[in-house]
T-cell receptor, first 113, second 115 residues
Framework: EDKVVQSPLSLVVHEGDTVTLNCSYEVTNFRSLLWYKQEKKAPTFLFML????IEKKSGRLSSILDKKELFSILNITATQTGDSAVYLC?????????????FGQGTELSVKP | DTAVSQTPKYLVTQMGNDKSIKCEQNLGHDTMYWYKQDSKKFLKIMFS???????INETVPNRFSPKSPDKAHLNLHINSLELGDSAVYFC??????????????FGPGTRLTVL
């Protein structure tokens, strides 16, 4: 069965800390992996990764994909309270019909001042 | 200049009622979706439409009926509401269904509470 598993499920850190969020997947015919940030409302897109070993970066956030080991990590450096959110990892359903995304359970990050 | 909008944002109703949620996207995307997010924050797809055609129906009870009058709109009608339908419903859209066009943009969500 295709699945996406994130760890940890929740994390509490202090401002300035660096965090690493994990996402592992078991999906046939893998094509891409997406990271989203969900604060109180809608998930907002962070990164899409399609190639192994190429880091995507946006400010203090970066992400990398390992297609051999079937996982991705999302790093956040110098965390701020505004980084507090649920971070979701998703992989498109392998049969590429209709664009369905399979989401992980999410990692709830709480950054304390 | 909202990209994906949903109405209403909140919906509180009694068991057995029928209700609708509307979704519109102004991004020119071809594909639209409905997701359900339960109390544990798990996001699960319900339906996917491409150019007004149903592509995915993820074993959702037939009390749920999506309708796409055109490719910019995807509405969700729910008959005979049950307690277990309480959740946040998200609409989303994407340019296409295959990378790199499958980045999905989400609406603000509709929190449905069934009493």
């Amino acid at each position: 069965e295709d699945k996406v598993v994130q760890s940890p499920l929740s994390l509490v850190v202090h401002e300035g800390d660096t965090v690493t969020l994990n996402c592992s997947y078991e999906v046939t015919n893998f094509r891409s992996l997406l990271w989203y940030k969900q604060e109180k409302k809608a998930p907002t897109f962070l990164f899409m990764l399609t190639s192994s070993g190429i880091e995507k970066k946006s400010g203090r956030l970066s992400s990398i994909l390992d297609k051999k080991e079937l996982f991705s990590i999302l790093n956040i450096t110098a965390t701020q309270t505004g980084d507090s959110a649920v971070y979701l990892c998703a992989v498109p359903w392998p049969y590429n019909q209709g664009g369905k995304l399979i989401f992980g359970q999410g990692t709830e990050l709480s950054v304390k001042p | 200049d909202t990209a994906v909008s949903q109405t209403p944002k909140y919906l509180v109703t009694q068991m057995g009622n029928d209700k609708s949620i509307k979704c519109e996207q102004n991004l020119g995307h071809d594909t639209m979706y409905w997701y359900k997010q339960d109390s544990k924050k798990f996001l699960k797809i319900m339906f996917s439409y491409n150019n007004k055609e149903l592509i995915i129906n993820e074993t959702v009870p037939n009390r749920f009926s999506p309708k796409s009058p055109d490719k910019a709109h995807l509405n969700l009608h729910i008959n005979s509401l049950e307690l277990g339908d309480s959740a946040v419903y998200f609409c989303a859209s994407s340019q296409g269904s295959v990378a790199p066009y499958n980045e999905q943009f989400f609406g603000p969500g509709t929190r449905l509470t069934v009493l």
